[in-house]
């Protein structure tokens, strides 16, 4: 099945602990972002890339980092130094070229103890 | 500062009336809208869109108006269901931004009512 699998769905982990959380996408699309949703929040961009090897901050960049060595794959990590790491974490991916929705996975939810 | 701004945190409906969600956005570069649903603890899912070179788009139940002077747009359900209740994400791009991006809105809690 075509899709955009995030991993793991849901992840305790103690404070100044660092986490990666993973999204695989087989749909072959060219762009992926990740978001963060908190309660009666919007989803905030942290990080988006357009292509391989190339990846730039979203409006809320501290504290994370992500790579961008493959096609298929975005992984993002939440660093010790994310201030308020627990949140709704969302991925999403995009065809390319002009405008379009974005597609999103499933999300992955980090509490922080 | 909020460019795309959902006044209305929650709304609740009859089954079988309209519902309508509002949008206001204050970047006027924002050429391309999209309406999303979100059921707690999934993803959002692509619901529909709009260009800013038309006022309107219709999508079965759904429709979206845009009133680019008055930098306002909203999505009618008609009729709501009961499987509408979710939450509603306006989201903006921007037109030669270099790179494409959504701004969302904080959301509107849809609720309809059996």
């Known amino acids: 099945d075509g899709g955009i699998t995030q991993s793991p769905k849901y992840l305790f982990r103690k404070e100044g602990q660092n986490v990666t959380l993973s999204c695989e996408q087989n749909?072959?699309?060219?762009?992926m972002y990740w978001y963060r949703q908190d309660p009666g929040q919007g989803l905030r961009l942290i990080y988006y890339?357009?292509?391989?090897?190339?990846?730039q901050k979203g409006d809320i960049a501290e504290g994370y980092s992500v790579s961008r060595e493959k096609k298929e794959s975005f992984p993002l990590t939440v660093t010790s130094a994310q201030k308020n790491p627990t949140a709704f974490y969302l991925c999403?991916?995009?065809?390319?070229?002009?405008?379009?929705?974005?597609?999103f996975g499933e999300g992955s939810r980090l509490t922080v103890l | 500062d909020q460019q795309v701004k959902q006044n209305s945190p929650s709304l609740s409906v009859q089954e079988g009336r309209i519902s309508i969600l509002n949008c206001d956005y204050t970047?006027?570069?924002?050429?391309?809208f999209l309406w999303y649903k979100k059921y707690p603890a999934e993803g959002p899912t692509f619901l529909i869109s709009?260009?800013?070179?038309?006022d309107k788009n219709e999508d079965g139940r759904f429709t979206v108006f845009l009133n680019k002077s008055a930098k306002h747009l909203s999505l009618h359900i008609v009729p709501s269901q009961p499987g509408d209740s979710a939450v509603y994400f306006c989201?903006?791009?921007?037109?030669?931004?270099?790179?494409?991006?959504?701004?969302f809105g904080k959301g509107t809690k849809l609720s309809v009512i059996p």
């Open positions: 999403a991916t995009r065809l390319g070229g002009g405008t379009g929705e974005l597609f």
């Open positions: 749909l072959n699309h060219d762009a």
């Open positions: 890339s357009q292509i391989v090897n190339d990846f």
């Open positions: 970047n006027s570069m924002f050429d391309y």
């Open positions: 709009i260009s800013s070179i038309k």
């Open positions: 989201a903006a791009s921007e037109k030669g931004a270099g790179s494409y991006q959504l701004t």
